[in-house]
């Protein structure tokens, strides 16, 4: 089994950044395909980035997001990072990091694995 646990979020001002961190527990970590989503109230849950496991490193970003937002994992620390940069108001959601084991090239589809959420809050 897999466990994910995110941190790192809280309240920044429009025009802020934060980043989030998921920590990844389990034997399977090093195949782990990870992402990161989101989802604000009365939304549906929306897929933001991924990332493919070690040696693998190819990311995927929405279109929303691509440009502000950087996924990037620390295999030693078993750690994939969200850098959010330039924030607006309309990113406040809670944002959950997501792991399936395999190679994908894109990050759309199912994940296995989901973290608790962690709020972001942007004041404008």
């Known amino acids: 089994q897999v466990q994910l646990v995110e941190s790192g979020g809280g309240l920044v001002q429009a025009g802020g950044s934060l980043r989030l961190s998921c920590t990844a527990s389990?034997?399977?970590?090093?195949?782990?395909?990870m992402g990161w989503f989101r989802q604000a109230p009365g939304k549906e849950r929306e897929f933001l980035a991924s990332?493919?496991?070690?040696?693998?490193?190819?990311?995927d970003y929405a279109d929303a997001v691509k440009g502000r937002f950087t996924i990037s994992r620390d295999d030693t620390k078993n750690m994939v990072y969200l850098q959010m940069n330039s924030l607006k108001s309309e990113d406040t959601a809670v944002y959950y990091c997501a792991g399936r084991i395999g190679y994908y090239t894109n990050g759309g589809g199912t994940y296995a694995f989901w973290g608790q959420g962690t709020q972001v809050t942007v004041s404008s």
């Open positions: 990332i493919n496991w070690r040696g693998l490193n190819t990311a």
């Open positions: 389990g034997r399977t970590y090093g195949q782990l395909f």
